[in-house]
């Protein structure tokens, strides 16, 4: 089936560090990729959506200029948490969705990234 | 039940039992749903589908239903292993190519 791949799987950073998270479609292209934020023992909440060629598109509540995501080719967008702080720490999940089917029933989720900040 | 705060609603079965996973979606208009399974530290994993011009559908020892008229998934699983222990998410396709997906449930096997 269909992989998405994501890392780093995990990241320990200082508070006021950048972190950059991927998100690779490693056998299919995907033109939409979505951004998740998970909290311990709650769900996952989608906060943006990325689409291959133009800017991602964010839910209410969800800064840009914290999270900013570029997805400059097919296979890959990236999540970057700008100037992270301790409430940014939180587990990172992308998901894919394959370009040659027009519904979510082929939706692809990478393995996740928790991010602790210090 | 709904999750509350910090905790998720846990349903704790024996192996071999059969476990019936509730959900309720909140968007009548939502035409397609999901429900995952995630393991600890990993990303969901797809298990089974259903559109909403279906009122039931099987996969290999789990049955999805849905009830549209009271906006309401189950996720039936038979036989349940100790490695079928995960938490349940249901998901649904609101219809703008994203998922919404619901507050999970814990499921518990013990040998």
């Known amino acids: 089936g269909a992989v998405v791949s994501q890392h780093p799987s995990r990241v320990i950073c200082k508070s006021g560090t950048s972190v950059k998270i991927e998100c690779r479609s490693l056998?299919?292209?995907?033109?939409?990729m979505f951004w998740y934020r998970q909290f311990p023992k709650q769900s996952l909440m989608l906060m943006a959506t990325?689409?291959?060629?133009?800017?991602?598109?964010?839910e209410q509540g969800v800064e840009k200029d914290k999270f900013l995501i570029n997805h400059a080719s097919l296979t890959l967008s990236t999540l970057t948490v700008a100037s992270a702080h301790p409430e940014d720490s939180s587990f990172y999940i992308c998901?894919?969705?394959?370009?040659?089917?027009?519904?979510?029933?082929?939706?692809?989720f990478g393995s996740g990234t928790q991010l602790s900040v210090l | 039940g709904e999750s509350v705060g910090l905790h998720l609603p846990t349903l704790s079965v024996q192996e071999g039992d059969n476990s019936i996973i509730n959900c309720a979606y909140s968007?009548?208009?939502?035409?397609?749903f999901i429900w995952y399974k995630q393991e600890s530290g990993k990303g969901p994993q797809f298990i089974i589908d259903?559109?909403?011009?279906?009122d039931k559908r099987q996969g290999q020892r789990v049955t999805v239903l849905l009830n549209k008229t009271v906006k309401h998934l189950s996720l039936q699983i038979a036989a349940t292993q100790p490695g079928d222990s995960a938490v349940y998410f249901c998901?649904?396709?609101?219809?703008?190519?994203?998922?919404?997906f619901g507050t999970g449930t814990r499921l518990l096997v013990s040998p």
């Open positions: 968007n009548s208009a939502s035409d397609y």
């Open positions: 998901a649904e396709d609101t219809g703008f190519q994203k998922l919404v």
């Open positions: 056998d299919f292209q995907a033109t939409t």
């Open positions: 990325s689409n291959e060629g133009s800017k991602a598109t964010y």
């Open positions: 998901s894919a969705r394959d370009r040659g089917l027009v519904s979510n029933e082929k939706l692809f």
């Open positions: 259903i559109r909403s011009n279906m």
